[in-house]
Structure formats: C-alpha cells, structure tokens
C-alpha cells in the first residue's frame, strides 16, 4: 500500500519527493487549439484512469494533473514545451497513456 503526501506551496499540491519515485518527460504541445478546455478534460480523463500523481509543469509553474482549470491556467498554445511528472503504482502508464493523447494532437485532428 502507497502512502501519499503532499506539501501546500503556492496554492499548488505537490508530491513530496521523498515519498515516491517519479518518472517525467517533456512534450511538445502539437495541436492547433493547444491545452485549452476540451483538450485539458481529456488529459484529467486520462489521469483519472490510473491509481497515479500527476503534475504538469510550463516555465516554471507547476499545476496538478486532474484539475482542469489549473491546466488551462498554464496558458499552454501550440508549440509549447510541458514536463509532465508522474508517481505511483501505475506512474509508467499513466505517462504512456498521457504521452499517446498529446501525440495524438486530443483527438482533435485527423
């Protein structure tokens, strides 16, 4: 059994680095809207599947994973970078799954 913890900091929650390893990549946001509302509910949607902690990060900021709003805030348009770091018992695929729908551009583009 995995036990979280997570620090408060800047209204942002962050996993605790001495608790679980975390894996991360970086990406290319590749699609022509960028992270916007509907894009941003299928990245949660695909979080939401997998027993994982999910942070995003854009020039610095860091925001989770499952919220929508804190997403959008990124302000993430086409052709930015985001690392995407990612712990717990399905931490790998959950990274995979995340890496194939911003490849897949959402979904929105054939």
């Known amino acids: 059994m995995y036990q ?12 605790s680095k001495d608790t679980l390893p975390c894996i991360s ?3 290319n946001i590749c699609n022509k ?8 509910a299928k990245f949660v949607q695909t979080v939401d599947n997998f027993n994982a902690i999910v942070e995003v990060e854009k020039d610095g900021k860091i925001v989770g994973g499952s919220s ?11 052709g930015c970078n985001l690392t995407i770091r990612v712990s717990g ?12 729908l911003i490849n897949n551009k959402f ?4």
């Open 89 to 100: 018992p399905e931490a790998t695929d959950a990274l995979d799954a995340l890496e194939k």
């Open 25 to 27: 990549r970086h990406f």
């Open 4 to 15: 979280y913890n997570f620090i408060a900091d800047n209204e942002t929650l962050m996993l």
């Open 107 to 110: 979904g929105e583009e054939n």
């Open 33 to 40: 809207r960028g992270l916007h509302a509907r894009a941003s």
């Open 68 to 78: 929508i709003m804190g997403l959008m805030m990124l302000a993430a348009s086409p």
